[in-house]
């Protein structure tokens, strides 16, 4: 059993997902490596404190710069806000850290160009959080498509919508809204949300080439919660956009935080030439399938409950019939990394790289949602 | 063309969807015989004579005694409360008519079985509109089981549960209530909604041997409207009960009332050694298949939209996609009915024989209920 | 009683479904007019004259300026391929004919335009067949708009999802097919299927201001069924757009022929400040509906099966919990438009007016699929 | 913050479920008490050791005499076959230590009664753990039962549905098996699966007087995998039953390892005068809901996403729309033991005493599948 000693930067939302997985996945999974929870990151002393003792962190840091020069840390794990990715990336890589980042990777694709550099000059493990790749639904479906059941793809769509925003009484900024602050953020549900269906539609189904993009801010100005003034607020609220793969299908993605009674409904659905295939993470262990080849008077839509030990991932859990959670597709993920620090084992997906391809994407719809023209995505 | 000439007696629900289905049938289905709307019989003759000019009947008459010795009267069509059907369809048959009788066949046994034995004495076509074995779906069910694409049979469950009589101010008896009049209805939910689910359930899983019944009345008194009074209320207002199949099988059945939120939910499920099938009349266009010979990873119940033209019925109508409804299992009815008639085809069913093995089973059902005992089926 | 004597033009799958109409409002609805089938009339004699026989019509055409030239003829249908709607319409309008036409209303707005000047000039009755509003669930879904049940509107989202024409083997043009000949059709799914989706839109959420569209044909080459050759394909096999209403609310919109699973499936939905609506066509009785203001705790999509006799033109059918169908939204358009004609009632909608708009819509996405720019629509 | 030392008894599937509770639930729930992984106890030392070292087990043992012997254990945890449950824990209780007992309770009731004795004669905290009370959607229902938005309750009905031992060639007993081993389970699928459905119908309407109720055993002969030999199966293998409740409400129950296309399908449905509920655990953080008393037009079954923070437990857990899993009822489980250890806490549920009465519903099932009677419950 090898250790590999953990550096997490950052105690909020992701923090917390993190370190779950971080106690979980050694008594799931069996691996070669197991990470040890090393030195939490955070800059109140009294809660990354607090924060560190609640989940086994053996201890912690108030600077991020103490924490990847210390010798006891293998790997940095950043889970601060997206302004901030770039450089704690490029100083943990600096020290020879391997990384660990929350996606989106970068505030911009200069930022990523710059971060994919640093790790693949120095050859450090990395990867970004993708997390939906490991719901079990959505490798099955990963896996589906590898072994060519649907044939040629005509059509993408993948939603995310969410409804928490509605009220114009939340403020922008501060405790807990750092997503609703373009400063911290960089873009709104573009880089939070779509930033994820573009990652699996990506792994899915390809690059995609060309987008033409529709951004909305329903609501002009906001309470800022660190200033205490109201201001203008500079994130999209909502962004809908076309988009071209280059296998020639077509693509249709849609975010919003105003869908009234969708709270995390993430959905994507993909149309082949013999096969369908959709999901949504409020039903996450589900996965619909439709099959033509399937005799023509009981052909239908499938409804597969992903719980069965051939599915992805779900030999590692309960039995059939038993739903897991939001939280184990961290652990999945950690696990992945994990393997492949393993000898003779593949690099991890998303990678750095991977991770910037989405970057790109996520940059041409919103100079679309600006230029209102069609524009190419770079680096494909 | 061959024309059938066709006396209605009974102008209420179902009169109207018998009334429809003749109207509709030539249109959609290529039949040798075509029915001719002869008259319609009602004891009310502004009323009898309001509804034949709506819906096209040639004449009408206030006796049905003088409709069943018309001459141009070639079929009797029997949509009066149960407990007139006995003695019509006797009186009918005694003439030569044929009969078609809505369900259920009698009040009891013994009335059945002097139905089934002058029709077929007399060998005169004869049939009994349990409606549902002609929904698309249902028909597919059926086909499906004749295919033995179930393999053994393990388990066969069916509901009809609905919900308007949970008020304590609902009359019994009286206009458009006599279903919930004991004397013109003979039981509540057992003859009015378990026919339907025992019809379908012997249909496509054969014989049911032996029953346990559990039946409630919840509300003990209501206003009777014919008499004006308060009286008890003599009707099932829920049945439950556990039967055995002769194929080894066991059932679950039940009916209530006193069911909120479910209007009219008939459904049934069938679990065969290698595939399951499910069903329910709130979504009737659709049928659930779960196959478990279909490859182990994308196993899942299916969801078949029931309206391609290789299903049943459905090249009568639209084009795949586009839904038909309740009323159309009326016209598949009669369909069937007119083409048993040409020549060389095979006799119709449900026939009286069918719907009496129905009877024997509400009667033991009833029965059980009563003597809290498990009861034989008769006649099996 | 009045009678309106009608005179139909076309006897495909549209004259079925109109003469079906024609044969069954009278019975289920209680109007001052009563439609007569006077006359159909189709190019072949004895195909238009088996049509009539089975149908009822009292006498056939096959030249249809014959038809509007007869005096017994009150109202012209027009259920002819989309090429021929604007001349036979300004022929039947310059008679002094009433006009229903099938969607869209034309090749192009310029015949849109110029069928609305006549028929408004010469103040006659008029109707275009977008049949999905009176679905019964789209029709409360309208009421619960009207009622303001969803507060300010941020999103909508609409589907037309078919995949039937998936196979390179299918021929373009001919016998049944004319729907992918560019030359009788004007466009493919954008007029065929997405003209639906805007007609609804519009009616549920007023004008649609801006669009940018990107349309595909997938297969380039079929066999033309009229000349016998291969020929370049000019339909689009698929189109989506983005959309700004004039409310403010952003849409998208998406249409196909080869989405693999999806026979006719479209759907929308409509998010709003307090409450959310979704339907779609496989399960047309249903509504789903979203409302923030329930209690928080069991706050959730109520399924809402629309059977019930508050519920639009249900009162007219049978009973709760019992299923209507695709044809009856023609019955519940020619009950409206013989209601229209009452005395003091409101003109008919869809009339010739609003489905230009819908035509102005379609225009500017089939513009912008080739310009590959943001459209201005006319007419708003 | 107090310590609990846990004693584990037993370490196959629930001995994992149990310990990955004990490892989350300090991190999550903010309590006086932190249990503490002490020791874990089974036969096969190699096996058991390398569980203790895999879940962070201190210590183990191979005699679970010795463990409840031990000082340093406060509470003992029973995770073995149910003919076991008996004697350790009333060797437990003799030593004063809490107990917490997997279900069934016992083999019978006389079992539960002396267990039921000692516990608390000796004033010793215990419960057993009915897991599926702790789903939020599943304590929900309970809520709102409490909060009386159901009225007076009609209907209950339960069904536990899986399909894993259809095939013949599947051995009874052995490794991994004994569930299917008569005298290691007591029974089948009535101690395994009906007793949960049983445990939340009590819970949630009280108490149920008299059932009647059919067994089977489908495949009579299978190889036992302790013996060797092909022998007569002695557990159920389906059972099904009709019930009364104290209330008045009628019910049914059914269980079965025979329904093809269910792997573990856990469904309830309560029917109340106001307003209905229903749920099943394939899609676990869903509650259905129906509530007559909203507004007639919109009303419908409301498909709430059990997720969000004023939902019951899920303030622990992420954000709203994000699912939590199986595995997580058993944290909760613990989570509410503890709690009632601190001051003034009321007695944790299900308790010995509550999973007694399970035990005497078990029984009277079991006895009137062999007497073919309706059979009064003990101890109501």
């Known amino acids: 059993m090898k250790k590999l000693n953990i550096g997490l930067i950052g105690y909020g939302f992701m923090g ?3 370190s779950n997985a971080y106690r979980q996945v050694s008594q799931f999974f069996d691996l070669e490596y197991q990470p040890v929870m090393k030195a939490v990151c955070g800059r109140t002393e009294d809660r990354v404190k607090a924060f560190a003792d609640n989940w086994g962190w053996q201890s912690y840091e108030t600077d991020w710069r103490k924490l990847i020069e210390r010798d006891d840390i293998d790997a940095v794990d950043i889970t601060t806000p997206n302004n901030s990715h ?21 505030l911009n694709p ?19 959080w993708y997390n939906y790749r490991f719901v079990p639904a959505v490798t099955l479906a990963k896996n589906l498509i590898d072994d060519d059941k649907l044939g040629k793809i005509f059509h993408y769509r993948a939603n995310f919508l969410q409804d928490w925003t509605i ?21 709104g549900v573009t880089g939070d949300l779509l930033a994820h269906c573009i990652d699996t539609a990506i792994w899915l189904n390809g690059p995609i080439t060309t987008v033409t993009a529709m951004t909305e801010t329903f609501i002009k100005e906001r309470k800022h919660n660190l200033t205490g003034e109201v201001q203008k607020v500079n994130i999209d609220d909502a962004c809908a956009f076309l988009a071209r793969f280059a296998n020639g299908s077509l693509a249709i993605f849609e975010s919003t935080r105003y869908a009234r009674g969708h709270k995390a409904l993430y959905t994507f659905e993909i149309n082949g030439e013999n096969a369908s295939i959709s999901w949504d993470l409020h039903d996450l262990q589900r996965l619909s399938y439709f099959d033509y080849r399937d005799e023509s008077a009981t052909r239908g839509w499938r409804s597969i409950h992903v719980t069965d030990s051939d599915h992805p991932y779900m ?6 019939g038993l739903n897991i959670g939001y ?54």
Chains 1, 2, 3, 4 share one sequence.
């Open 167 to 187: 009220s114009p009484d939340l403020p922008q900024g501060g405790e807990g809204l750092w997503r609703l602050d373009a400063e911290a953020a960089g873009s």
């Open 110 to 128: 200069e930022q990523g160009e710059e971060m994919v550099k640093i790790v693949e000059d120095k050859g450090l493990a990395n990867m970004v």
């Open 327 to 380: 939280e184990h597709t961290f652990i999945h993920g950690i696990a992945g990394f994990l393997k492949s620090l393993e000898e003779g084992q593949k690099p991890m997906h998303p990678s750095f790289r991977d991770a910037l391809q989405t970057q790109y994407i996520c940059d041409a719809v919103l100079k679309s949602g600006v230029s209102k023209q069609w524009e190419e995505v770079s680096g494909v």
């Open 86 to 106: 770039c450089e704690i990336a490029k100083a943990a890589a600096e020290k020879g850290k391997m990384v660990l980042c929350e996606k989106p990777l970068a």
């Open 16 to 18: 917390r997902t993190h």
């Open 315 to 320: 030999d590692k859990w309960w039995v059939p």
